[in-house]
């Protein structure tokens, strides 16, 4: 009944700061009023860079997942934070791309020198860090209602920053992603009461040790996944997440299209491998992956047909979300000894954040053209490439982590599930990751034709961009490139922490 | 001595219960809102310090009897004032809109 | 002859299929808004059966989902003040379902 | 026999629930709702869950059921209603609802025996604390960082509210709580309840540590004082710039954290408290929660900000 005790290790404590100094930064914006709301959020930002490195250095050295139990009290009347080689991938990659998206809203958030505190800068940069306490809660957290709360931060922090500019249709995509995120987080909590009734504890560890196969297990893991769905917006409840993610200030639809749809699906990815009784349910996989290359297809076509590029891109998220899911039955199916040594598995993690890094990069850029160019309508994009060359070039390395062609994260990453797929004989999955690729490579050219093209007659470029905006913006960009130098084969750092659990 | 006291919280109790009845009556059955708000209000106080009053012998210590009396003057106080309050939009031309 | 408990457990799933039903199909977000309400507070009796099923160690009720149930019914309320807070604004901007309606072509902002 | 009242309160809440989502006029399925969280609170109470059941009385109906009643009044007859959906649909959700509803019934009907329970376990450790209400000891010593991140959870909420403040008005004060005529009853009330209230609130809060009641019982009806007191407009709601309203924001959070963090230097690390000092420390952040709660709450019912800081 009672399973194996967690012990704290040595840099636990880490763990505890990565979670609370976001909090302390939000807390001291909201209550000191100083001049400058960015001021601390540039001291947490850094620091919180730091405290993943650090945390993730001690993975890698140790070689094993670094652990916190919360008052010394033990899971499962108390709550531990675990980090192993997955959570803290995510982690530096959040800790990155926030980092990233703060130099490049320093230009659009900053408070205006005649005011103590304005609106916008003052909202932005706290539920920013708000968002950062919710994604590490998420990676670390090892108790699913701890996991409820966390997805709440999240909603609460993600959703104001759709409706920054307060017009009217961005009121409209708040208020129906809020109703979205609502459903799935009663949803998710529906079935934590049901796995409490039938197992009296909701540690993952606990959980593990004594699922069973019945309809309670069944019932409940069937509501949470589809809770968490709906806040992943897989096909077909992705219908709030391209207004919304259009609809938010560039800096911060980087931050939810890279960061905010990843954490449900890092949910599902604990439930799945975690709590599901072994083996799990093939056909459950079978249509996860159905939905995943219905968002494909589909969503790439809608993004095919948007005539504003922020839309596109919102688009193009769904589509490449889509991807994530189609390793349930990769790894489910492959001959390796556990589904962490899988090449399926390695590739949708090496998806996951190299589409992170080149979304990121993309929103950012797409929001640098817009400002500079007064618009963001594609057909009009003419001339972009002389007033902000940089970040088009950003924006064409992105793309090509997109579409899946060398040298990129992405494609390195859709090899790997194309793989993947021929070798479990997955036909249907490997003809959409193609189909996939070649969809986005005509949306991504699509920009790009008429970014180059040279300027109409009247022309005018309405903002300039600092250099060092558009050189984060690249950064970013590169980032998702190297990525595509990695090998190609399972990672044991993303087993760190799984293996030798039972 | 007790069955004494049982038999007063029983009757008491009873009382008010039949007091919560006919007020509930008056309200579903009387024609207009003032009338109505009458038969409620009236029939609750009534039936409502019957009731608290029937649970008084019946309580284990000074202090949950002083709670009990307590939560009577709460009710009493904000059921005086919403009726008060509801009878003010009836009287100038029924609820707003 | 049923348990009180198994009694409310059926409630708790007579309110999550009238709230789910209300939440998918009313047209106006303040329905909906109410709606969440009916679901969120079915869900928490769930975790009251599981409580009261838990009674042991002299204590009538688990007190784990109890306090799980605190949380949630705080978590909800705040959610129900953001809803509010965007649907007044919503309305007073001159809309009020969740329709899109359809965006200006002639509209110059980056979206 | 002794199943009858509970059948008649199940019947009464699933009556109350349809009417909640069935009433054509939506000030009616507002009501419905508020006698919903009544019964709800009752339900409670059978299921031996008394804390909850101040919860559920104190957030879930009242505080709720003053928002959306408040909603309503401020919609007016703006709110259109929209296309009901047709026929198919409605009956292809009613079919999924009744799928998801026999699904979970007959979960709950064939429980599994011995019912799995964290009680024994919470119990054990209750002494070493010197606390006498379970429930307490889970939300500020077992599980003590969910309630401080739903504590977060509350100052985002206000922080989502005040970012619909219109970028003009920032820093100015919510619109006045006031109905639409002053009344003496109303204004009676306030004058003559608070001072009970508030010793109520903090009766609640205190006794939290060892019988029913917290923080969030205690903390709303505070809060509820207040947002009397502002109704009957006796005070306006305060600037959302002010820094004394912005540090009790936050006060209950950051007692909280220095709480937590103080147990790294005097227990076992954070969020742990030592044996003889338990006691004190979570009433001493208890007491301060429950003031922000208060704020919050309050804040939150009034709204984004409505008028031009002066």
Request: charged letters at 10%.
């Amino acid at each position: 009944m009672t399973p194996a005790a967690y012990t704290a290790t040595e840099g636990g404590a880490l763990l505890v700061v990565a979670i609370v100094l976001p909090v302390i930064g939000m807390l001291a914006i909201f209550a000191l009023g100083l001049r400058r709301a960015e001021r601390i959020a540039y001291l947490v930002l850094p620091g919180g860079l730091l405290v993943a490195l650090a945390i993730a250095a001690d993975v890698a050295r140790s070689g094993a997942a670094v652990t916190y139990v919360l008052g010394g009290w033990q899971p499962p009347l108390g709550i531990a934070l675990r980090a192993d080689g997955l959570s803290v991938t995510l982690m530096v990659l959040t800790a990155v791309v926030l980092c990233a998206v703060g130099l490049v809203a320093r230009g659009s958030f900053s408070t205006p020198t005649d005011k103590a505190e304005a609106r916008s800068p003052m909202v932005f940069w706290t539920l920013i860090l708000g968002l950062w306490c919710a994604l590490n809660t998420v990676f670390l957290g090892q108790d699913l209602f701890n996991l409820f709360v966390a997805l709440e931060l999240l909603t609460f922090s993600a959703v104001p920053l759709v409706c920054l500019d307060g017009r009217r249709e961005t009121l409209q995509a708040a208020l129906r992603y809020l109703l979205f995120a609502l459903i799935g987080s009663v949803l998710y909590l529906m079935g934590a009461a049901l796995l409490y009734g039938a197992y009296g504890t909701l540690d993952l560890a606990g959980l593990r040790l004594l699922a069973r196969n019945d309809l309670a297990t069944s019932v409940a893991l069937g509501l949470m996944i589809a809770g968490l769905m709906a806040k992943a917006a897989l096909f077909p409840l992705h219908l709030w997440l391209p207004p919304a993610h259009a609809g938010a200030p560039a800096a911060a639809s980087a931050v939810l299209s890279a960061l905010v749809v990843k954490a449900p699906f890092f949910i599902i990815l604990r439930l799945w491998f975690d709590v599901a009784p072994q083996p799990a349910n093939a056909m459950a996989a079978q249509m996860l992956a159905w939905l995943g290359i219905a968002s494909i297809l589909f969503c790439s076509v809608m993004a095919l047909r948007q005539a504003r590029l922020k839309l596109m891109i919102a688009y193009s998220t769904v589509a490449q979300l889509g991807y994530l899911f189609l390793m349930f039955p990769l790894a489910m199916a492959s001959d390796a000894p556990t589904a962490w040594e899988s090449v399926g598995w390695t590739g949708g993690v090496l998806q996951l954040v190299s589409h992170a890094l080149a979304k990121a990069s993309m929103f950012l850029a797409a929001g640098l053209i817009a400002e500079a160019l007064g618009h963001d309508r594609i057909e009009n994009l003419d001339g972009a490439m002389s007033v902000v060359p940089i970040s088009v070039a950003a924006f064409g390395l992105a793309g090509l982590s997109l579409m899946g062609l060398p040298p990129s994260g992405g494609f390195v990453a859709k090899l790997m599930l194309l793989t993947a797929a021929t070798e479990t004989a997955n036909w249907w999955i490997a003809a959409a990751i193609l189909m996939g690729g070649i969809l986005a490579a005509s949306y991504v050219f699509r920009v790009l034709n008429r970014a180059m093209a040279a300027p109409s007659s009247n022309f005018a470029c309405k903002a300039s961009i600092p250099l060092y905006r558009e050189l984060t913006v690249l950064g970013l960009a590169i980032c998702a490139v190297v990525l595509g130098f990695v090998p190609l084969q399972p990672f044991a750092f993303l087993g760190i922490g799984r293996v030798g659990l039972p | 001595m007790n069955v004494l006291v049982d038999a007063f919280t029983i009757a008491s109790v009873s009382a008010g219960m039949f007091f919560f009845l006919a007020g509930t009556v008056g309200l579903l059955r009387f024609p207009d809102t003032l009338t109505r708000l009458h038969a409620l209000t009236k029939a609750d106080n009534l039936g409502f310090g019957l009731i608290v009053l029937g649970l008084l012998p019946q309580s284990p210590d000074v202090a949950s009897g002083v709670k009990l009396v307590v939560v009577w003057l709460l009710v009493q106080l904000a059921g005086a004032s919403a009726s008060q309050l509801i009878a003010q939009f009836a009287s100038k031309g029924g609820p707003p809109a | 002859m049923i348990s009180s408990t198994a009694l409310y457990g059926l409630c708790a799933a007579g309110l999550v299929a009238i709230g789910l039903y209300g939440l998918v199909l009313h047209p106006t977000p303040l329905r909906k808004v109410i709606a969440f309400n009916l679901l969120g507070s079915g869900t928490f009796i769930f975790f009251g059966v599981a409580a009261r099923r838990g009674a042991a160690a002299g204590l009538l009720a688990d007190p784990v989902p109890q306090a799980m149930v605190i949380t949630g019914i705080v978590v909800a309320f705040a959610a129900t003040a953001v809803a509010v807070a965007l649907l007044l604004r919503l309305a007073e901007s001159g809309g009020s379902t969740l329709d899109p309606g359809a965006p200006d072509p002639q509209d110059d902002r980056p979206s | 026999m002794s199943l009858l009242p509970d059948f008649a309160l199940v019947l009464f809440l699933l009556m109350a629930a349809v009417w909640t989502v069935a009433a054509r006029d939506r000030r009616d399925s507002v009501i419905g709702f508020i006698v919903v969280g009544l019964l709800l609170s009752l339900a409670w109470i059978r299921l031996n869950s008394v804390d909850v059941a101040l919860t559920e009385a104190a957030v879930g109906g009242g505080a709720t059921g003053l928002l959306l009643l408040r909603a309503c009044a401020r919609l007016g007859p703006i709110e259109t209603e929209g296309a009901h959906p047709q026929l198919p649909l409605r009956i292809l959700t009613g079919v999924l609802c009744a799928v998801v509803a026999a699904a979970l019934a007959t979960i709950v009907l064939f429980p599994i025996e011995p019912a799995p329970t964290l009680a024994p376990a919470a119990a054990a450790h209750m002494s070493e604390l010197g606390l006498g209400n379970p429930v307490t000891v889970v939300l500020l010593a077992y599980r003590a960082i969910d309630t401080l991140l739903e504590k977060v959870v509350l100052v985002l909420a206000l922080i989502g509210v005040w970012a619909l403040t219109p970028d003009l008005l920032w820093g100015g004060a919510p619109g006045s709580l006031r109905a639409q005529q002053s009344s003496g009853p109303l204004t009676f009330l306030a004058q003559v309840l608070p001072p009970v209230g508030i010793v109520i609130g903090v009766y609640l809060i205190w006794n939290g540590a060892d019988r029913p009641g917290g923080t969030f019982q205690g903390g709303t009806v505070l809060a509820a004082m207040w947002l009397l007191v502002m109704m009957a407009d006796l005070r306006e709601p305060p600037e959302i710039r002010l820094h004394k309203l912005r540090q009790l924001v936050v006060f209950g959070p950051v007692v909280f954290l220095v709480a937590g963090f103080a147990g790294f230097w005097i227990a076992n690390g954070f969020l742990s408290y030592p044996p003889d000092f338990a006691k004190p420390i979570i009433v001493l952040v208890e007491a301060a929660l429950a003031l922000s709660i208060a704020v919050i709450l309050g804040m939150l019912v009034a709204g984004p900000a409505a008028r031009a800081p002066r």
